[in-house]
């Protein structure tokens, strides 16, 4: 059973535009939210993370909005670039210590 | 230079064919962690270790077997491989084994595994 539900699968922008990602769990244990950057042929590496005491994180160009009342969070890349283009995925953490993923969302920005 | 190295990058079998797929970490790390990634599918955990001879099940540990005799190294057994293991695995380990909360993941580049 998906904890966390990712969307879309896959998304192109253009360069300069803004891609957003969103994220949906049902588990209220979950207190750790980071999102993870995947190139081809790479392991995942995390980008940002939050946690629930806070409604926005930004970190460069990467902004994580966490909205804790209806159990979403978003990832916004302002100013996309080219080089921004991989996987992203969600995650969450539970007391369980398990880190549970989305399944991913796959970014194009096209120049 | 801090990294989780796994080996083989690649490896093509046939199935029953017992394999291991190495993981070692040089970052003094507690927690470790094997996933497997299919299209689709995302990032799924298959085992984990919180220390030395800690080891528990993630969501889909059908068929696979962990040892973690020592703190750097976190092998994946699979001892009767077949096609439906076929996928790309990813070993990880992260800083803190009593609460990996707050502690990032470092990945290894993974090794694409398929089964005949």
């Known amino acids: 059973q998906q904890q966390v539900k990712q969307s879309p699968q896959s998304l192109i922008v253009q360069k300069g535009g803004i891609p957003i990602i969103n994220c949906a769990y049902e588990n209220t244990a979950f207190d750790y939210f980071p999102w993870y950057q995947q190139f081809p042929g790479k392991g995942p590496a995390l980008l940002i993370a939050i946690r629930p005491d806070v409604s926005e994180k930004k970190e460069g160009r990467f902004t994580i909005s966490f909205n804790k009342s209806a159990k979403q969070f978003s990832l916004h890349i302002m100013d996309s670039q080219p080089g921004d283009s991989a996987t992203y995925f969600c995650a969450a953490e539970d007391s369980g210590y398990a880190l549970n993923f989305g399944k991913g969302t796959s970014l194009l920005v096209t120049p | 230079e801090a990294q989780v190295t796994q080996n083989p990058r690649y490896l093509i079998t046939v199935t029953g064919k017992k394999l291991t797929v190495t993981c070692s970490q040089n970052?003094?790390?507690?927690?470790m962690s094997w996933y497997r990634q299919d299209p689709g599918l995302g990032l799924r955990q298959i085992y984990y270790s919180m220390n030395v001879e800690v080891t528990d099940k993630g969501d889909v540990p059908e068929g696979y077997k962990v040892s973690r005799k020592e703190k750097r190294n976190f092998p994946l057994i699979l001892e009767s491989p077949s096609p439906n293991q076929t996928s790309l695995y990813f070993c990880?380990?992260?800083?803190?084994?009593?609460?990996?909360?707050?502690?990032?993941?470092?990945f290894g580049s993974g090794t694409q595994l398929s089964v005949l």
């Open positions: 990880a380990s992260s800083l803190k084994g009593d609460s990996p909360t707050n502690e990032k993941l470092f």
């Open positions: 970052m003094n790390h507690e927690y």
